[in-house]
C-alpha cells in the first residue's frame, strides 16, 4: 500500500544526512561536553559548531543561542523566567491562537499571581498590529506572539508587532518553532528578542531545540543544577540531538528557497483541487501569508477523526483540529479563535506537506479525498 | 486511536445507512455544538423492529457504534432492543478506547428514543426528542484525557 505522510506539521522524518551526522556522536565521540579530557573536547566542538549552524540559519549570533530540550522548554523558559526577572511588571500578553507551550504557560503565570491578556486574530489568524496596541500597558513586560502557526499556517507580522511592543517598553518572544526552515527567519530583521525553535519540524531528531536570546536581555535559567550552556540551561548536553539539529539548520539553509517554492507549487495544487472538487468546503488561515506546505480546510457535515481514518486507509496520512481528534468535547482553539463555528471546526483536516511529497501524492489524495468526504457527508444527518 | 478490528470493520462498512420511507420511530441525540448527532429511524411491526436505519454525524467510534446498534436490535422485539445499553454495544465491538465511551452513549440514547417516538405517537416528527450529549448521558463527559497538540 501506498505510504503518504502530509503531516509535517506535527513533526518531519530526520534526514539521512542528519542521521549519518549524529551517528559517531552516540559510540564513538560519546563525551560530556563538560569533560576536561580529549572526549569531552570533541564533544564540546561538536556542540560549538552545531550552534554556529544553528545562529546562521535564523542571523543570529552563536552565544545568542542556548540548546533546550525543543520548542516546549524553549517556551517555557522565555516566558516564566522574563517575567519573573523583570521590573517593569507583571502583565504578560499572547495571542488566542498560540501553541499550549505558550498558552498553557501564561496560565500557570496568572495562578503564581502574573496578568495575562490573550489577543484575538481576525478570520484570516492574524494579530491585528491595532489589537496590540491596545493591550500594551505600562507593566507589560513581555509579548508573545508565533511567527507562524501550527494549524492553520498563517505567518504573522512579527516585524510589526515586535516595534510596537519595543515602543512600550516590553520585551518580544516569538514561538518560530514552525517558521524556522520552513520560511526566512532572521533575529535582526524581526526585530525579536527572544525567539524558540525545535529541531524535529526540520528533519532533525525530536527532543531537541533552542532558544535565542538577544545580546543585553537578561534571561534566567529554568532547570537549575549545573553550569551548562553558559549557567543558562543545566543538564549534561544532548550531543547527538544537538549534532543532529545543527546538521538540520545547516540544510534548511541551503534548501530553503527551492523547497519554499516547491511547497508553495504543491499546496497550490492540492488547495484548488480540494476546493474545486469538493462543495461547502473552505480554506482555513490566509489564504496568501501562510506555510508553503500547509493546506488546512474545513469540510461542511463531516467529523475529522472519521476523514483522518479514511485517508489512512489509503495510507495517507493527515491530522484535524475536531473535537473527536483532541478527546475532549472542544474542537481545536485556533480555529475557534478565527471565528468558526463548532459545527465548522468539527470537519477540519490539515495536510502538511514535506520536501519528499511529490505531484503525485498531491494527486493521489485528489483522487480519494473527495469521495470520502461523499461517502461520508450520506452518512451524516447533516450533509444534502 | 487504537480501535479494536471491529470497530474498524464497521466504520469502514458501515450496516444500516440512510432513512426509512415507512419509518414509525425517529430518534435523535447529540447536539452540534458539542459535536456529535446521531439519528436513529425505525420500523416496528407487531412489537418487532422489523427495519433500522442510521445516519451520524461524528468520529469512528460514533459511526461504529451507530452501525453496531442497528446490527443488534434488528429482528428485535422492543422489549429485547429496550435492555441495549452504551455498554452492551462498546462490548459488541470489542470494547472501545477509553476517551471514546460517551461516544458508545449515542448510539444507545438515539435507539431508546426511536423506540420511544414509536411508543409516543408512531413516528410524527413532531416528537423528535433532541438535546445535547451532556445532557442526555452523564458519562458522556467523562474520561477525557486531551491529547498533546503538535
Ligand atoms: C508552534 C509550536 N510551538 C511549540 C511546539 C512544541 O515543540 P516541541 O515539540 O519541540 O516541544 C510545537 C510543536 O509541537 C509547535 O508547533
Ligand atoms: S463523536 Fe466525537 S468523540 Fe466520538
Known sequence: MKSIYMDHSATTPVDPE??????????????????????GQKATRAVEHAREQVAQLIGASPREIIFTSGGTEADNQAIITIMAANKKG?????????????????????????????????????????????????????????????????IEE????????????????????????????DVKDLGVDLLSASSHKLYGPKGIGCLFIK???????????????????????????????????????????????????LAQRLTKGILETTPNTILTGHPVNRLPGNVSVCFDYVEGESILLMLDSYGIMASSGSACTSGSLDPSHVLLALGLSHETAHGSLRLTMGKDNTTEDVDYVLEKLPSIIKNLRMMSPLGK | MDYSQKVMDHFMNPRNVGKIDLANGIGEVGNPTCGDIMHIEIEVKEDKIIDIKFQTFGCAAAIATSSMVTEMVKGKTLEEAEKITNRTVAEALDGLPPVKMHCSNLAADALHEAIKNYRQGQGSSANVQKGCCKQLSNSCCINIEEQPEQ
Open chain 1, 18 to 39: 542528519v542521521f549519518d551526522a549524529m551517528i559517531p556522536y552516540f559510540t564513538d565521540i560519546y563525551g560530556n561536553a563538560s569533560s576536561v579530557h580529549s572526549q
Open chain 1, 158 to 185: 512579527i516585524k510589526e508587532l515586535a516595534a510596537i511592543s519595543h515602543e512600550a517598553g516590553a520585551l518580544f518572544h516569538t514561538d518560530a518553532v514552525q517558521s524556522v526552515g520552513k520560511i526566512p527567519v
Open chain 1, 215 to 265: 545580546k543585553g536581555v537578561g534571561i534566567s535559567s529554568y532547570l537549575h543544577g549545573g553550569g551548562h550552556e553558559r549557567n543558562l540551561r543545566a543538564g549534561t548536553v544532548n550531543v547527538p540531538g544537538v549534532v543532529g539539529f545543527g546538521k538540520a539548520a545547516e540544510l534548511a539553509n541551503q534548501r530553503l528557497p527551492q523547497n519554499a517554492e516547491y511547497l508553495k507549487i
Open chain 1, 90 to 154: 507583571k502583565h504578560f500578553i499572547t495571542s488566542a491562537i498560540e501553541h499550549h507551550a505558550v498558552l498553557h504557560t501564561g496560565e500557570y503565570l496568572v495562578k503564581q499571581g502574573y496578568e495575562l491578556t490573550i489577543l484575538p486574530v481576525n478570520s484570516f489568524g492574524v494579530v491585528e498590529p491595532d489589537t496590540l496596541r491596545a493591550a500594551l500597558r505600562p507593566d507589560t513586560a513581555l509579548v508573545s506572539i508565533m511567527h507562524a502557526n501550527n494549524e492553520v499556517g498563517t
